[in-house]
């Protein structure tokens, strides 16, 4: 999808362009609605992007990418219980789609629902065992939860693939700091989308 990748290059007006194209070209198309969703996502045009993404599912209920992708949205909107109900929506049609645990773990962890957390972003770390960011936010969360031998672990083997890669570094340091605090306050720090006031969110998620 050339909107997609478009947007994926940070090439956002072209992205957006592109993807209202193919809307108007297509309307009842639900990947197309679904795709110019996330572009907007990313422009941080939530309203329009909420729109989008429902008139996907008008189109098609079973649609588990616009489900995933509103789950993002509310994510980004603060509202991590109808994040995490559109994402566990999108794992129940599509069990496989790695971005849904991944995005649904983030949630929880939101929602201080550690154990819960643990257990999408586990899955979704077998799902795509060579994604570093979907690894580094598996062993950011094993850390804030006191697993530090597993935490580590898992950040050697990111630097193992990718010694560059600095999210690992700040993963390893963080790891002392994290397991003195109480997981309330490590949830807090890790959560997506959460109002201006919370603790800072390491840049690891966001």
Not at 50 to 59: G, H, P, R, W, Y
Not at 162 to 187: I, K
Request: glycine share 6%.
């Amino acid at each position: 999808n050339l909107g997609l990748e478009l947007n994926r290059l940070g090439r956002e007006a072209e992205s957006l362009a592109e993807l209202q194209a193919a809307v108007a070209a297509n309307p009842n198309f639900p990947d197309a609605r679904s795709a110019l969703g996330f572009a907007l996502i990313n422009a941080r045009r939530m309203p329009e992007a909420i729109e989008s993404l429902n008139t996907a599912l008008a189109l098609e209920p079973n649609h588990a990418a616009a489900l995933n992708n509103l789950g993002i949205a509310y994510m980004r909107l603060g509202d991590l219980p109808k994040a995490i109900d559109h994402l566990q929506q999108a794992i129940q049609i599509a069990p496989n789609l790695a971005d849904a645990h991944h995005n649904l773990g983030r949630a929880l962890a939101g929602s201080g629902r550690i154990d819960e957390a643990l257990k999408e972003l586990q899955a979704a770390a077998a799902l795509v065992p060579h994604d570093l960011g979907v690894l580094n936010d598996f062993a950011m969360l094993l850390a804030a939860n006191g697993q530090r031998p597993q935490a580590i672990e898992l950040t050697q083997r990111i630097l193992e693939n990718r010694p560059d890669y600095a999210a690992a570094f700040a993963c390893a340091a963080e790891a002392e700091r994290l397991l003195d605090q109480s997981q309330h306050r490590l949830a807090e720090a890790i959560a997506p989308g959460l109002p201006a006031g919370t603790s800072p969110v390491p840049a690891t998620w966001s």
